[in-house]
């Protein structure tokens, strides 16, 4: 019987190890979801043997390498986390508010106060435009026309440009319970999450499984387009386990 392989498969990661090299005794396995597609390279370099003929008389296996692409188009949290950065992920809100609705500057004391959604705390200025698009410069006190100052949230422009039409953008921080953030740290080189990969292919009732006991991620790739989805691109490489094991495969067919 033959057997054959159709679509992009299922992937899951586990994480074994922090980014400190701590064991995950209780990890929590994380599948990449609305995948697209999955590639797996298993490479060796070979040796060859020459006397004083054209052609080899002896070939040898050297150094192997076992390495994979994954692309899928939904993000999550602890899948870039647990298996890319390994460090500590949180609950909690941070975004940025692009304004497109505006409002206009009032008379004196000529500020206005922004108002973060979800109750947020502003923490960052993004910046302000007027109605023509064209960004006002930024000063640490006392603006004066095409100008502003901000301190907290509160945004003060000159007298001379009572009622203008601004747009602020911010950047603010919030609590939830079910958006996470984390702050990447620089560690020492050498310092990364390690992971178990296990890829799921079915097809007409047979499966082709394929299981990576160690891997490490050596790239993760955001691109955005203009009119179409985010697909990132999640590469990793395999290494031995502890026991000597690099790869396990499994067919539904001799």
Not at 79 to 90: E, P, R
Not at 180 to 204: C, E, I, W
Not at 220 to 247: I, R
Request: proline share 6%; charged share 10%; glycine share 10%.
């Amino acid at each position: 019987m033959a057997q054959y392989v159709f679509g992009s498969g299922v992937l899951w990661g586990t994480p074994t190890t922090d980014a400190n090299g701590a064991l995950i005794v209780n990890p929590t396995p994380v599948q990449f979801g609305t995948m697209q597609d999955v590639s797996l390279d298993i490479n060796f370099d070979t040796k060859q043997l020459y006397g004083n003929l054209q052609f080899p008389v002896a070939v040898g296996r050297g150094k192997g390498k076992i390495s994979g692409k994954a692309k899928a188009a939904q993000m999550n949290g602890s899948l870039i986390n647990s298996l890319f950065f390994g460090q500590t992920l949180t609950n909690g809100i941070v975004d940025n508010f692009y304004d497109t609705t505006g409002q206009a500057i009032p008379l004196t004391p000529f500020t206005i106060t922004v108002t973060p959604p979800s109750s947020g705390t502003w923490s960052q200025d993004l910046g302000v435009r007027d109605a023509n698009g064209t960004p006002m410069s930024r000063v640490a006190s006392a603006p004066t026309t095409g100008q502003y100052s901000v301190a907290a949230g509160v945004y003060t422009f000159a007298a001379a440009d009572t009622g203008l039409t601004v747009f602020i953008s911010y950047q603010y921080t919030a609590t939830s319970t079910s958006a996470v953030k984390s702050t990447v740290l620089n560690l020492q080189m050498g310092y990364a999450p390690s992971f178990r990969v296990d890829l799921s292919m079915p097809y007409a009732g047979k499966k082709l499984i394929f299981t990576l006991p160690n891997v490490l991620s050596s790239k993760m790739s955001f691109a955005t387009k203009q009119d179409d989805f985010m697909v990132p691109e999640f590469d990793f490489d395999a290494y031995a386990s502890a026991n000597g094991q690099v790869l396990t495969y499994a067919m539904s067919e001799k």
